[in-house]
């Protein structure tokens, strides 16, 4: 047995410390044992040792030519016996042997899974066990237990010294062959492996309890590899043809099984393969090692089981949940296209359908895939998005402009988030706008004015006017210190807009004009830019405050210009279009003359002559009534702004060329305590207060809005 112990050795062993450091070592002796059958047998022959699996190894090995059931150790022993049948053979007879046809399947079928790998982004076979993940925290539990030997010999010189001379095996343990974390072989866990030959195990609270704890103390990667192969269960359980290693009857489990799997996952990737956070919100993918290349494979299956579970949800409440949780998996999937291009047309579909918070989740998981530093992933995320945007805008009405509108405000987000690449897209499409445009001028036709006179069209403008006016803001731009690279696109877009209005001049294209002087007014606010507008505003107002004929009365409700962009033939000449006609293009160009380079600009007051000019002379002509009323009040207003700006600029000391002075009197003006502003900020409340009743009047079954 050895020298005697010391006092202090047996005092150790007394405390029961020896006894744990013995079951640890058989423990580990016993997990050896297992990972070389792993290695040999891939674990069929759990009942046999060692020495009889290498024995009956050999026996096949000297029968069989193709060796397909020996061990590592047998492939040596059989190329020598090979090499001696082999000898004195020519190139043909080796060749015409059929000693590599099994291999050669085998290699094919590998290579074929390597390219499309490639070229498909890895399409990962779900029936896996994905067993290798365990020797990863095997090698890393064992490389612990070394350094926990280390620590003891330091710490304990004695007792390690004791170790060396009475268990030298626990001391040389080979990191290489070990298995260090404690394996759960209970029935269940065999079932699984056996999945083919016998029912699948059911998973109970118990099982799933053992994972959380696991996950959770340890980052256990067998455990995550256990939860995974389970939610792949529950997300293919209504399917009648797959075969599946777990079988779940109760809801709460299945409900708990899908929430630790879709919480879980990205706290353990997170700890074993971070990923690297950049500014602006973006991030770059995980440095490639022999952990994260043995994971890959888990991630992508998993990755594909939560889109295909995706699809099949309806509750908002988990719908949100998998949808931000898979968020978060962006950066371990970056590197395959396949799984990208899955991810974004299941999130594009579901932010252009779904309810609002689904919608909003959709659309944060987009952004998150928009964040990355692959410009090609970046291209595909905006351009998809727009062509989403602009399938989902093919029909406008009451119901779903809401829709449409929280659609065009997040992809503005999308792509004022980087500029330089919002700008190639940006130049492409509103070049195409200018191309519909150019070609429904030369060809004057029903068919080509219907190519502008759409809603698409008018969604579009509404788009990129959105887009500039966030990027181009001129607050934003003082901050950042430079100008937006998208700056250089507002004259194009303007110039396609107008080109649009002027196109044709009907009384029942109204709608259509107003639904894009409404777009060029927020554009010209935001980037304080002087647009021109009264040119298109003021013959709407002429003609229907006096028209040629007499307008004809009519019972119809009034128009709603928000969601026509043409008028129907019975609205025509009538009253009540007439008046909602006026009233609509006179709130537009208070809107742009309340601007604040317009009302706050030193030069009102010449600015608005040839305007106040023109409603004079309509109002004079009008017979009266409640249009000439609303062309007066604001006629009036109008006048006072002028009138107000001549007085607050006869005390300046500072001609018009002195462009710095002129900029600083134009700020100081606050343009929401002038004539012209209060006006406006009225206008937008009485507004505002007429569309929540006519809300009402449209949700509700016995509530009347009237006239």
Not at 16 to 27: A, D, F, N, W
Request: net charge negative.
């Amino acid at each position: 047995m050895g020298k005697k112990a010391t006092k202090a050795s047996r005092k150790y062993a007394s405390s029961g410390q020896l006894k744990k450091e013995i079951q640890s070592r058989k423990k580990h002796q016993q997990i050896k044992r297992t990972v070389e059958r792993r290695k040999t047998g891939k674990g069929k022959g759990k009942a046999h040792d060692d020495q009889d699996v290498n024995g009956k190894g050999r026996a096949s090995g000297a029968d069989d030519e193709g060796g397909e059931d020996v061990g590592e150790g047998d492939d040596v022993e059989m190329s020598d016996k090979e090499t001696k049948k082999f000898k004195g053979m020519s190139v043909d007879d080796f060749m015409k042997g059929g000693f590599m046809d099994g291999d050669s399947e085998e290699d094919a079928s590998g290579n074929d899974e390597n390219e499309e790998d490639e070229e498909e982004g890895e399409e990962d076979d779900d029936n896996g066990s994905f067993a290798s993940v365990d020797d990863l925290e095997d090698e890393d539990n064992v490389a612990d237990h070394k350094l926990e030997l280390t620590k003891l010999a330091e710490q304990d010189p004695e007792f390690y010294k004791y170790l060396q001379e009475n268990d030298r095996e626990l001391l040389d343990f080979d990191v290489g062959d070990d298995d260090g974390d404690e394996e759960e072989v209970d029935e269940d866990e065999d079932a699984m492996d056996d999945e083919e030959e016998v029912k699948a195990p059911t998973l109970t609270k118990e099982i799933l309890g053992r994972w959380q704890k696991a996950i959770l103390e340890h980052r256990s990667l067998r455990a995550l590899r256990r939860l995974l192969i389970a939610f792949r269960a529950a997300a293919h359980m209504n399917e009648e043809d797959e075969v599946l290693a777990w079988t779940i009857d109760s809801p709460s489990v299945y409900e708990k099984l899908v929430t630790t799997a879709l919480r879980y996952t990205p706290i353990v990737l997170a700890h074993h393969v971070p990923y690297k956070k950049l500014p602006d919100n973006k991030f770059k993918p995980p440095t490639q090692t022999p952990k994260l290349k043995a994971l890959q494979k888990l991630i992508l299956s998993y990755f594909h089981n939560v889109l295909h579970f995706i699809d099949q949800l309806s509750a908002s409440d988990t719908l949100i949940l998998a949808v931000s949780e898979s968020a978060k998996l962006v950066p371990y999937v970056i590197g395959s296209r396949k799984a990208v291009r899955a991810y974004l047309k299941t999130c594009l579909k579901l932010w252009s359908s779904a309810e609002d918070d689904v919608r909003i989740a959709a659309f944060l998981a987009i952004r998150r895939l928009g964040s990355s530093s692959d410009e090609a992933i970046k291209d595909m995320v905006l351009k998809s998005t727009y062509l989403t945007l602009l399938r989902n805008a093919k029909s406008t009405t009451a119901h779903t402009l809401p829709s449409i509108n929280l659609m065009k405000n997040s992809a503005s987000e999308l792509f004022c988030a980087d500029h330089a690449a919002a700008y190639q897209h940006a130049f492409g499409y509103i070049r195409q706008l200018a191309v519909h445009l150019r070609n429904s001028m030369k060809v004057k036709s029903k068919d080509a004015f219907k190519q502008v006179y759409n809603w698409q069209y008018v969604h579009c403008i509404d788009f990129w006017s959105l887009i500039l006016a966030r990027a181009c803001d001129s607050r934003a731009e003082l901050l950042r210190g430079q100008e937006s690279e998208l700056r250089a696109l507002l004259y194009p877009l303007t110039q396609v807009a107008l080109g649009a209005i002027k196109l044709i001049s009907s009384s029942r294209s109204y709608p259509f004009h107003l639904c894009l002087i409404r777009s060029l007014i927020h554009l010209a606010r935001h980037t304080a830019t002087y647009i021109p507008l009264t040119p298109y505003l003021l013959p709407i107002i002429t003609t229907t405050l006096a028209p040629s004929a007499r307008p004809k009365a009519s019972t119809l409700k009034p128009l709603d210009l928000e969601t026509h962009i043409r008028a129907p033939q019975q609205y025509v000449r009538t009253r009540i279009y007439g008046s909602t006609v006026l009233e609509e293009a006179c709130f537009l160009l208070a809107e742009w003359l309340a601007a604040p380079h317009v009302q706050a600009s030193v030069a009102f007051p010449e600015l608005v002559v040839p305007l106040a000019a023109t409603l004079k002379k309509s109002v004079k002509k009008a017979a009266g009534g409640k249009e000439a009323g609303v062309v007066k009040g604001l006629l009036d207003r109008v006048e006072e702004q002028s009138k107000w700006t001549t007085e607050r600029r006869k005390a300046v000391g500072f001609g018009p060329k002195n462009l710095n002075q002129v900029h600083a009197w134009e700020r100081d003006v606050n343009v929401e305590e002038t004539p012209l502003g209060k006006y406006v900020k009225s206008q937008r409340k009485m507004r505002e207060k007429r569309r929540n009743l006519v809300e009402k009047a449209r949700d509700g079954e016995d509530e009347y809005l009237e006239n």
